[in-house]
């Protein structure tokens, strides 16, 4: 059992960085594949990083490639998103989510594959 809480959400402006984390509770979050996703009003949830228990294989959507950063400090039991560059459209609701299974393929980008879940952290990026 992992129970996950994010924090450090808020108003930032285009262009400015803004840092996300995830505290997870429980012994299985160092055996763990840890994803962030992100939900716009209107919107599907949708894939924003993933990084694999060990910390070793990270992978990003298209849309933040180059701009955010998945980290996690396995001793601290947390994750991070460190987002910079940040437009109006990333603004959504950041959740953290946590996986058993190691992933084949692409799966780590479903909701569906991912056993626990946060509940959110509002990011708001004004242009």
């Known amino acids: 059992q992992v129970q996950l809480v994010e924090s450090g959400g808020g108003l930032v402006q285009a262009g400015g960085s803004l840092r996300v984390s995830c505290a997870a509770s429980g012994r299985a979050f160092s055996n763990s594949n840890m994803g962030w996703f992100r939900q716009a009003p209107g919107k599907e949830r949708e894939f924003v990083a993933h990084i694999s228990w060990s910390g070793d294989s990270t992978n990003y959507a298209d849309s933040v490639k180059g701009r955010f950063t998945i980290s996690r400090d396995n001793a601290k039991n947390t994750l991070y998103l460190q987002m910079n560059s940040l437009k109006p459209e990333d603004t959504a609701v950041y959740y953290c989510?946590?996986?058993?299974?190691?992933?084949?393929?692409?799966?780590?980008?479903?909701?569906?594959?991912?056993?626990?879940w946060g509940q959110g952290t509002q990011v708001t990026v004004s242009s």
């Open positions: 989510a946590a996986a058993r299974v190691t992933f084949s393929s692409r799966s780590y980008r479903y909701p569906m594959n991912y056993d626990y």
